[in-house]
């Protein structure tokens, strides 16, 4: 399994860093079997899986759940979970507790937080007490509501400025890496060559030291429309919708099940049947 240590020796050679996300059992296994660096038990599952409309009402206890089921699906790989809305914010104790309970009750590595600003003072608390911490910057998407919708950030010079000054605070605090979304890849590219920690993009370009994407994005799984930044490889959608039109057709039809699926009782026991 590769480790903190691991990542920015890849940054060092320019091995690039493939990470995806993962939120259950299934997703957790054959992301690992596909030889993902980094799994991360993205706050996203509030939208692909469990249906809500942001990642806003994500609690503790959802990616504590999902925690789990990702670990045990992914026993040999570097497991990241993000911490949710509102659970890294008030006081650092708070911080702390949210960080220790996905890693002792789900089985993290490390946690992930959006933002700068006052968020630095908490990656650096969650750093001395030992709590690796991935950085996410640029399009953080619990600050929805500030942002002003899912757009393009860092757009101007001094909003770049600015990005480039905050990711240079987390990585100070102690951040082990950083990722960067939905930003112009100039500024990108930008960034990953001011910093030490690997940078994992995100809609941010070919000039960072990795990326990252959403599985099920990835897949074409239950999501329609997607991110211009988003490419999809294949699509589940299809096979699975294919797969069950077929099965309800069939049952309907009686052509499902076959003798083959059925199980015989033998002749002799069958004549010993009452009535
Ligand atoms: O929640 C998530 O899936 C993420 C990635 C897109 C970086 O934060
Ligand atoms: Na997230």
Do not use: W
């Given at each position: 399994m590769k480790q903190t240590t691991d990542f920015v020796k890849m940054k060092k050679t320019g091995e690039?860093?493939?990470?995806?996300?993962?939120y259950d059992y299934p997703s957790?296994?054959?992301?690992?079997?596909?030889?993902?660096?980094?799994?991360?038990?993205g706050d996203s599952l509030g939208m692909v899986v469990l249906g809500y409309d942001s990642t806003i009402p994500v609690t503790i206890?959802?990616?504590?759940?999902?925690?789990?089921?990702?670990?045990r699906g992914a026993k040999d790989t570097?497991?990241?979970t993000d911490l949710p809305f509102m659970t890294y914010h008030l006081n650092?104790?708070?911080?702390?507790?949210?960080?220790?309970?996905?890693?002792?009750?789900?089985?993290?590595?490390?946690?992930?937080?959006?933002?700068?600003?006052?968020?630095?003072?908490?990656?650096?608390s969650l750093t001395s007490a030992g709590i690796p911490v991935m950085s996410h910057l640029g399009l953080t998407p619990q600050s929805v509501g500030v942002l002003g919708g899912y757009k393009v950030q860092g757009k101007t010079a001094e909003a770049a400025n600015q990005l480039l000054e905050e990711a240079v605070k987390c990585e100070s605090a102690g951040a082990f890496?950083?990722?960067?979304?939905?930003?112009?890849?100039?500024?990108?590219?930008?960034?990953?060559?001011?910093?030490?920690?690997?940078?994992?993009?995100i809609g941010a370009g070919a000039g960072t030291?990795?990326?990252v994407l959403v599985?099920?994005?990835?897949?074409?799984?239950?999501?329609?429309?997607?991110?211009?930044?988003?490419?999809q490889y294949t699509d589940v959608n299809h096979a699975v919708r294919e797969g069950l039109k077929q099965y309800v057709r069939e049952v309907k039809e009686l052509e499902f099940p076959e003798e083959r699926h059925s199980f015989i009782m033998k002749a002799e026991e069958l004549s010993g049947l009452y009535g």
């Open positions: 690039k860093i493939a990470m995806l996300t993962a957790a296994k054959l992301a690992e079997e596909s030889g993902s660096d980094i799994l991360l038990v206890e959802d990616m504590i759940h999902h925690t789990k089921a990702v670990k570097f497991i990241v650092r104790e708070e911080t702390l507790r949210s960080a220790a309970a996905v890693i002792q009750q789900g089985g993290a590595h490390a946690v992930k937080v959006e933002g700068g600003g006052h968020v630095v003072e908490m990656i650096a890496a950083l990722v960067l979304e939905c930003v112009p890849k100039q500024i990108a590219e930008k960034i990953t060559n001011a910093l030490a920690i690997p940078v994992i993009g030291d990795g990326q599985y099920h994005d990835v897949v074409t799984y239950g999501v329609e429309r997607v991110p211009k930044f988003v490419k």
